[in-house]
Nanobody, 114 residues
Framework: VQLQASGGGLAQAGGSLRLSCAAS????????MGWYRQAPGKQRELVAS???????DYADSVKGRFTIARDNAKNTVNLQMNSLKAEDTAVYYC?????????WGQGTLVTVSS
C-alpha cells in the first residue's frame, strides 16, 4: 500500500493550495480517509477526514477554509486549502482513519509566508 501526497509548496498568507493523495494497493472509496499534518515541534494532527459514505469533518482550526474530497475514478483524496495562514505551515500526510502505521508516506511540505 502506498499513499503518495503531493501538491505542497510555498504560498502566501491568504493564498490557496490543492493537495492530492494518490492511493495504490488500497481503494480510498472503501476506507475512511484523513489528511494529517505535522508542524515543526508539534505532534501530528488530523485536519480533515472523509468517511466511506462521504461524510466530512474538519479540525476547528481549518473549518471553513479547507475542503476534503475523494475522486473515486482516480483513487485519490484531495485537500483544497484556501485562506492559508502561517500556522498552516506543516508537512501534510494522508492516511486511513484511524491511521495505519504502515501507510505513512513522506508527506508534502506546505509553507505559508506571512
Amino acid at each position: 500500500v502506498q499513499l503518495q501526497a503531493s501538491g505542497g509548496g510555498l504560498a502566501q498568507a491568504g493564498g490557496s493550495l490543492r493537495l492530492s493523495c494518490a492511493a495504490s494497493g488500497i481503494f480510498a472509496s472503501f476506507n475512511d480517509m484523513g489528511w494529517y499534518r505535522q508542524a515543526p515541534g508539534k505532534q501530528r494532527e488530523l485536519v480533515a477526514s472523509i468517511t466511506r459514505r462521504g461524510t466530512t469533518d474538519y479540525a476547528d482550526s481549518v473549518k471553513g477554509r479547507f475542503t476534503i474530497a475523494r475522486d473515486n475514478a482516480k483513487n485519490t483524496v484531495n485537500l483544497q486549502m484556501n485562506s492559508l495562514k502561517a500556522e498552516d505551515t506543516a508537512v501534510y500526510y494522508c492516511n486511513t482513519l484511524p491511521p495505519n502505521w504502515d501507510y505513512w508516506g513522506q508527506g508534502t511540505l506546505v509553507t505559508v509566508s506571512s
